[in-house]
């Protein structure tokens, strides 16, 4: 399976779509000796390549070049459409990312003015499965800097500045967004979870697994 490392992406950001650069990394994420072409949609603010076959999404913008990466779930099946309407596309055979980090520990916030800020333990370097869940992502990222729901985007999360190692052993930083899946009517409630309801959606949403991840551009490197 072909891996991806975010950090690797930082050379790409701003590579207008034509750039052999961008060219020669979408060929390192198949087994394939050819680049599959992309489906592409334009809106007035970004353009974007949907590589289905690879499990990838590049956004350009029309001014500054390559925006950000989606990588999507291949586990997860698109919702059913009307009969009338096009079928979804599915993402297939998605790069495994592994993110590698500067240090095992993060540090978390004081909980209170003047005291000193707590750290916690954390693999070197994390692999994202198909299985990964919000609690795991948390648990290697610390907690979000936002997080919302609603409109087409469903629960997510976002961390805004992420300290990874690159393959040189240099620091760089990412922003990671996640989607989570919400499993709707299949999801197995616990009884103090019905009571609960929507108020406790997101310690619901820390088991459920995600459904693409955003990798983007910081600007303040």
């Given at each position: ?8 992406l930082l050379p790409l950001f701003t590579q207008p779509p034509s750039s052999p650069s961008i060219v ?63 079928p979804l596309p599915t993402y297939t055979n998605s790069p495994e990312i592994i993110l590698h980090f ?120």
């Amino acid at each position: 399976m072909p891996t991806l490392d975010p950090s690797t992406l930082l050379p790409l950001f701003t590579q207008p779509p034509s750039s052999p650069s961008i060219v020669s990394y979408l060929s390192t994420l198949t087994s394939s000796s050819l680049t599959p072409e992309p489906e592409t949609k334009s809106y007035s603010d970004s353009i974007y390549h949907n590589y289905y076959s690879i499990g990838i999404s590049l956004s350009f913008h029309p001014l500054r070049g390559l925006d950000s990466v989606d990588v999507y779930n291949p586990s997860i099946t698109p919702p059913p459409r009307r009969i009338a309407q096009k079928p979804l596309p599915t993402y297939t055979n998605s790069p495994e990312i592994i993110l590698h980090f500067m240090s095992d520990q993060i540090v978390l916030p004081p909980r209170k003015e003047g005291e000193e800020p707590l750290s916690i333990k954390r693999p070197i370097a994390f692999t994202l499965k198909t299985t990964s869940t919000g609690r795991d992502l948390v648990s290697c990222l610390g907690e979000p800097t936002r997080k919302g729901s609603g409109g087409w985007t469903g629960l997510w999360l976002e961390w805004s500045s992420v300290s990874l190692k690159n393959p040189e052993g240099k620091g760089i930083i990412i922003g990671i967004m996640v989607e989570l899946n919400d499993p709707g009517a299949n999801e197995i409630l616990t009884e103090e979870g019905r009571k609960k309801g929507m108020g406790g959606v997101w310690e619901r949403a820390s088991r459920w697994t995600w459904s693409n991840i955003k990798l983007f551009k910081v600007d303040h490197q």
